[in-house]
């Protein structure tokens, strides 16, 4: 029974109040040449339904569930669950449509008139009243599944993909429904949880009129909970309209590189409390660029008690957004944002859809437009490796290591050598960098510390280098950290190659993706091809999958080799390394499975602990894997809530108010004094006032030096080097006042 299946053809039947109306166990189809092809199974036109006469000794649990075949249509049938819903605290499951794992399917509409495209009048399939319209998982096989055209009525959740990989969701509609799975939330309609290589375009996400006003509606909820590794995916072209939060990303949808990561292009947005919600550590930084802006379309749905309404960011990374800048067009720049940087571009994103709107949406790619595709990714990869080499020829100097000892190793009478170094190599100094020149208070006083700061910014907007700035001892002047929020939107040459790196880098994966899908929807899957692109990435993610495959086909030695290739080829160490070692011990316990002649089904006891292990402390791939076994082959539960919305506290405004001394006249004080190399002049100015200067003249009343000011308060770094020593008067100037003081300059 658990290791062998069949084939079912239903055409217009009727499945009523069965526990399970149709299971698909492990089953693969061979051509007379012994090359595997699809299941020949198919559902058209079929009613799948349960509802109060439901009398079974156990509770209603899928209508069809799969493993491990591929090949199967469903076309335009409907599955509804009828029962009245219920109003116990802790409701019983409703069920779900379709529950897969290792399953590759395709859900489509059917039309009664044959021979026409598009059908004139399509028959969609429908998912209603269930807590899963479709829940696919994997543990390891890369199967893909394909869902055009369909409705998805009050579920809980429309579609659920557990580290379910390079699939499709298009045209289709949803209509939020209720949430019997995660307490105070009202539905989610796509969830997908460490999955990638999908495309989602082309659909429609709304709230349901014949629902009671509920406590959370989510149209997409993307979940990627471990930093590394990190897909290259995109959200695109589909409409959310009246829900709390359109699109929801949650966890690490980004790599520190800030290369790739999770985009949002193209999506059209009306009425919504929420249009991007990023409540977690972020997103691609750069959504869109200034030749391609991002295309989404906002709902400037305004509420003061939301001051992030249609982009919020609450992380440690920014997000840089680019919009099309047209007076005529203001619905695609986002008024009401919040951890974003809002940039204007001169270029429009015409959006052209990826899939026909009507009829058809199966047609592999031809040879020709293959041949396109591998040109403009070998294109694409050619152009971001030569801006990778630019990239890290800049980074600290071209040698990170060096100039880390420079700064380590500094002495206090080479503070002004040491700050000309690092100036002169900003922008591009790196996180580890500024971390050691943030640490030699001893060498680099604030002031100057401020001016290496100042000229980094891509770094200083990374939330961890901040914090790690605020609990230095002794502190980091609070209004220092407030002008280095106040520059964090600074755009600079390395923040163009950045711009530059990310946009070549979506191609690639885009492109990459787009040929992947094509080989796995094939009636005969050219693994090869797959595993080529896969590699093609040059990537921890892929190269895990690329391991799936190999133990997909059998090929247990080669599957092997690579997983013990990994740490050393990306130099994994801590939480990556760790991380994996559960992959790795997730693929030993599968491959022993699979060559003692078993299946998931028939694992013993420790295995099982193994897999509770992994799932339970594993954030990445690894315990969504090992959870996706335990839940479908042992009933063990994970769920997955989404976060729940709190208003952000985090700006990057300077408020009038904010650190400022409330002071009738200005201070000024000069340090060291005497000086010897350089020295800083501190200074405030009245409350309001932010203009003034600050003017050195020797004892004869030659000016020297001014210096101009445009803040309340900071600090200005004199290079006294090559002045002859002396005594010299230093005044501040701000409208008709003044305030000076006396400086001596010893060499």
């Not at 369909?150 to 990989?165: G, P």
């Not at 020829?393 to 100039?403: E, F, I, S, W």
């Amino acid at each position: 029974y658990f290791s062998s299946g069949g084939i079912v053809q239903a055409n217009g039947t009727n499945f009523i109040n069965n526990r399970r109306a149709t299971e698909f166990i492990s089953y693969h189809n061979f051509n007379p040449y012994n090359y595997p092809s699809p299941n020949l199974s198919y559902f058209k036109n079929c009613q799948f339904s349960t509802n109060t006469s439901y009398y079974g000794p156990n509770p209603f649990s899928t209508f069809i569930s799969m493993w491990d075949v591929e090949g199967i249509n469903i076309i335009g049938c409907n599955f509804q669950n009828s029962t009245p819903l219920s109003s116990d605290p802790n409701p019983p499951s409703r069920g779900s449509g379709i529950y897969s794992m290792d399953a590759a399917y395709t859900i489509s509409s059917s039309c009664h008139t044959t021979n026409i495209d598009p059908c004139p009048s399509p028959i969609p399939t429908s998912f209603q009243g269930l807590s899963f319209g479709i829940n696919a998982s994997s543990y390891g096989n890369l199967k893909s599944v394909r869902v055009f055209d369909a409705n998805f009525i009050d579920n809980d959740r429309s579609i659920y993909f557990s580290a379910q990989n390079y699939s499709t969701i298009v045209n289709n509609h949803f209509y939020i429904g209720t949430d019997n799975i995660c307490p105070n939330q009202t539905g989610i309609r796509v969830e997908l949880v460490n999955s990638s290589g999908y495309s989602i375009e082309n659909n429609n996400f709304t709230h349901s009129n014949t629902l009671p006003s509920g406590n959370w509606y989510i149209g997409i909820c993307v979940k990627h909970p471990l930093s590394y590794p990190i897909p290259n995916d995109i959200i695109y072209r589909n409409t959310f309209d009246r829900l709390n939060v359109g699109n929801q990303a949650e966890g690490y949808n980004f790599d520190l590189a800030h290369v790739t990561g999770l985009s949002y292009y193209c999506n059209v947005n009306t009425s919504n409390v929420y249009d991007f919600y990023v409540p977690d550590e972020g997103i691609l930084m750069f959504q869109g660029s200034n030749l391609k802006p991002a295309g989404n379309k906002f709902s400037h749905n305004y509420n003061p008690n939301i001051p992030g309404s249609d982009f919020t960011r609450i992380g440690n990374w920014p997000v840089f957004y680019y919009y099309y800048n047209n007076s005529q067009n203001s619905v695609e720049q986002p008024w009401y944002i919040s951890g974003v940087y809002s940039v204007g571009t001169s270029y429009q994103n015409t959006c052209p859809s990826n899939y026909n709107t009507t009829g058809n949406q199966m047609v592999l790619l031809t040879q020709n437009q293959i041949d396109s595709l591998s040109q403009v990714f070998a294109d694409n990869s050619v152009e971001y490796d030569n801006t990778v080499s630019v990239f890290n020829a800049l980074k600290d100097g071209g040698n990170t290591q060096v100039t880390n000892l420079e700064v380590l190793t500094a002495t206090d009478d080479k503070t002004m050598q040491l700050r000309d170094t690092l100036l002169g190599m900003s922008p591009h100094l790196s996180e580890e960098v500024l971390k050691s020149a943030i640490d030699r208070y001893d060498v680099l006083p604030d002031a100057i510390l401020l001016e290496i700061l100042s000229a980094n910014p891509d770094e200083t907007r990374n939330g961890e280098l901040m914090d790690y700035l605020k609990k230095r001892t002794p502190p980091f002047p609070d209004y220092m950290v407030t002008i280095l929020d106040s520059i964090a939107s600074d755009s600079t040459y390395k923040t163009r190659l950045l711009q530059i790196m990310t946009s070549y880098q979506l191609m690639k994966s885009s492109t990459a993706y787009q040929l992947i899908r094509n080989s796995l929807n094939d009636s005969i899957v050219d693994m090869t091809s797959v595993r080529n692109w896969l590699d093609n990435q040059s990537c921890l993610n892929a190269d895990y999958q690329i391991i799936d495959t190999w133990i997909q086909e059998g090929n247990y030695t080669a599957a092997a080799e690579l997983l013990n290739l990994l740490p050393g080829t990306y130099n994994l160490t801590d939480s990556a390394l760790i991380e994996n070692n559960y992959f790795n011990s997730l693929k030993t316990l599968q491959i022993n499975l699979i060559t003692s002649g078993r299946n998931i089904f028939q694992l013993d006891t420790n295995e099982i602990s193994t897999l509770a292990n992994i799932a339970s402390i594993s954030k990445g791939i690894a315990g969504t894997q090992a959870a996706n076994i335990l839940q479908f082959a042992y009933g063990y539960s994970y769920p997955q809530c989404a976060v729940m919305v709190t208003n952000p506290t985090k700006s990057f405004k300077i408020k009038n108010n904010d650190l400022i001394n409330k002071l009738s006249d200005a201070k000024i004080k000069a340090y060291p004094n005497p000086a010897n190399n350089w020295t800083a002049f501190y200074y405030e100015l009245p409350e309001l006032v932010r203009t003034g200067s600050i003017e050195i003249s020797d004892i004869k009343g030659h000016n020297i030096k001014i210096f101009m000011i445009n803040n309340q308060k900071g600090e200005i770094i004199w290079d006294t080097r090559e002045i002859i020593a002396g005594e010299y008067l230093y005044t501040c100037k701000f409208g008709n006042k003044l305030k000076s003081g006396k400086l001596i300059i010893n060499h």
